[in-house]
């Protein structure tokens, strides 16, 4: 290969421009594509080095990105979508900054994971593939995302059991449909079904009126 790494490390760098993500197999299947004799080994030092001058940055083992961003993270972990706090936070119905918070059809051993070098700091949440719906694909900042909508959203919520302060379910609990949300409650089982429309019934008015506050 002409021009040693650095040429190879402009090679990656065209290759995955367009792309949120990418694996160390996916830079071997195009690399050996383009260099029959390219070895595993002449691209890990490669992707190490480019690592290294932060021309491409790691996010877990075996997969990196060209930028820097936390809102990409969960391309790492796809199929995916950005739910609880996460989700309330790209909907704009909470003020607070929030870790990205991604639901996942992988196994997870951890639910939070260092990214970027360990420079920041991400929540998993493994998803059974049954409950893998109720998702819809926004714009967040400069980048399209799959976000739970408002009726899933809340389910995940309870489902997780992620705890918020009362006032801050007031604009989800508005946009809350609730006749979406009892169809998608009957793929659950009855604890987490009946759980969440009780709190609907009992805060879904106040909400939609304005006057729910904090009881404590």
Known sequence: ???????????????????????????????????????????????????????????????????????????????????????????????????????????????FIAVFGGSSTIVLHHIQRKYYFGFEDLKYGDITVPVSDPEKTLIDLFYYRVK????????????????KLARYLKVYNKRTASMVMEFVKEHKEPADSGKLENPY
């Open 1 to 111: 290969m002409k021009g040693g790494w650095t040429t190879l490390a402009d090679e990656i760098e065209v290759i995955f421009k367009d792309f949120k993500t990418f694996t160390f197999n996916d830079a071997r299947m195009v690399l050996r594509y383009r260099h029959k004799s390219i070895s595993d080994k002449t691209i890990q030092v490669t992707l190490s080095r480019m690592a290294a001058r932060k021309r491409i940055y790691q996010l877990t083992k075996g997969v990196y990105s060209l930028e820097k961003r936390d809102e990409i993270a969960g391309f790492a972990f796809a199929p995916f979508y950005y739910g609880g706090l996460a989700a309330l936070m790209i909907r704009d119905m909470i003020d607070d900054q929030v870790k990205m918070e991604i639901m996942t059809t992988h196994r997870v051993k951890a639910s």
């Open 164 to 179: 918020i302060a009362i006032q801050d379910y007031s604009e989800l609990l508005r946009a809350v449909n609730t006749k």
